[in-house]
């Protein structure tokens, strides 16, 4: 969605600005042209150089430069099919909220059509996020665009030393947020609850061992991040996965061991679920025994007795009441006979059916079967993959509401 884009930045004075650079790259990296304001505290802390060079363009930071016969912040808001303002402080919020226009980033804001997408990230002490004179702007802000949008700041490790909220998100997530945004234009899924299985689960044997399996937990994890990006409220119940896996901040992300605990979660959040999506790769089996000491190679062989665990995906279709249920499957041989029994049995409203081959792979290729229907896509990137899979749960919303 961001490819060929006509991107304006405001870069504001905080110390999150350096993140920006590596947005600008990614952006460049995707045929975005970009243009770049800087207010002058932001160049206390990046170079317009730098920031020249990696956008191959010129950055503007005078409101009264006379290098050319355009009136920039005219131009600016002209030329740009979308803003983002990253990282913005409270100062440059508070401007923007009450129609302050006194350098160029706040003139070319109050300049920018309305029709025009607009993203803000604050960044900024989490004393001063929370204090109520900001968190009110931030609010009137909202209310003021319907094309503005919040990506809300992520809670860690401030600048200061102090933990707490008001850490800029880390320029993938920014990306994805709205890449999302843009392709599910006018958060179609406002208002649901989505409930969203992860990863794949630990069955240990004995303090340090375990039986698994290879996922690692990114294509629930990019289905999360493209819900968030189309409004819904997420739950995310993920197994252990890589920790760069990164999440949009509004979802909701508990972290489960085994498959016992993944049950119990959805279990405690099924209820209440809109949607619920079983992409967690769940260990089918557990060890009967588990030793509480690490086991002894005292043999030559040692013999493990297995026993069924819960199937979560066949609970929640048997329990299920208004939820739309999407399942997975991933085989190694008669991909679409398998995936229809199984859609059958687990009483699932969709299927996403895919070979094992691409487990753990950055890329997917998948089939979405229906109760009537079979569709094909073509392998693409597990971000690209989520879209589709979000887009076939909208589509079957609109078929059980008409």
């Avoid at 690692?216 to 994890?221: I, P």
């Avoid at 260990?283 to 297995?306: E, H, I, V």
């Avoid at 409203?349 to 792979?361: F, H, P, Q, V, Y």
Wanted: proline fraction near 2%; aromatic fraction near 8%.
């Amino acid at each position: 969605m961001l490819n060929n884009k006509k991107i304006l930045i405001g870069i504001t004075g905080g110390i999150a600005a350096y993140k920006i650079l590596i947005l600008i790259s990614k952006l460049i990296k995707q045929n975005c042209q970009i243009k770049v304001i800087m207010t002058k505290n932001a160049e206390k802390f990046i170079t317009k150089l730098a920031v020249q060079t990696i956008s191959q363009n010129k950055v503007y930071t005078d409101m009264f430069a006379t290098d050319d016969f355009e009136i920039d912040h005219i131009a600016l808001a002209d030329w740009a099919d979308l803003m983002i303002v990253a990282p913005a402080t409270a100062n440059i919020i508070g401007k923007f909220a009450n129609g302050i226009a006194d350098d160029l980033l706040s003139t070319t804001f109050l300049s920018f059509s309305s029709s025009k997408k607009i993203f803000i990230a604050p960044a900024m002490n989490s004393k001063m996020y929370e204090n109520f004179i900001v968190r009110k702007n931030i609010e009137k802000l909202k209310e003021s665009n319907k094309n503005l949008n919040i990506i809300a700041p992520d809670e860690g490790i401030l600048a200061c030393g102090a933990k707490g909220i008001g850490r800029l998100p880390e320029p993938e997530i920014i990306l994805e947020y709205i890449d999302n945004f843009l392709y599910f234009d006018n958060l179609p899924l406002k208002g649901k609850k989505i409930v969203i299985t992860a990863g794949p689960t630990r069955e240990y044997i004995d303090p340090v061992r375990y039986i698994s399996n290879d996922s690692s937990g990114a294509q629930g994890y990019a289905i999360a991040n493209a819900c968030a990006g189309a409004g819904a409220d997420v739950i995310l119940i993920s197994g252990k996965v890589s920790n760069s896996i990164a999440l949009i901040n509004t979802i909701k992300k508990i972290d489960v061991i085994d498959s016992a605990e993944m049950f119990e979660a959805v279990k405690n959040n099924f209820k209440n679920s809109d949607i619920f999506i079983s992409c967690a790769a769940v260990a089918d089996y557990k060890p009967l025994d588990y030793s509480a000491n690490k086991l002894k190679k005292d043999n030559d062989d040692l013999m493990l007795r297995l026993t069924k665990t819960q199937d979560i995906l066949e609970w929640c279709g048997k329990n299920k009441k208004k939820q739309i249920i999407v399942g997975f499957a991933a085989e190694t041989e008669n991909l679409i006979e398998n995936a229809k029994l199984k859609m059958q049995k687990k009483n699932c409203d969709l299927l996403i059916a895919n070979s094992t081959e691409n487990i753990g792979k950055s890329t997917n290729k998948i089939f979405v079967l229906s109760k009537d229907n079979i569709q094909e896509f073509s392998e693409t990137a597990k971000q690209e993959t989520a879209k589709i899979i979000v887009s076939a749960i909208l589509k079957k919303i609109n078929e059980y509401t008409n």
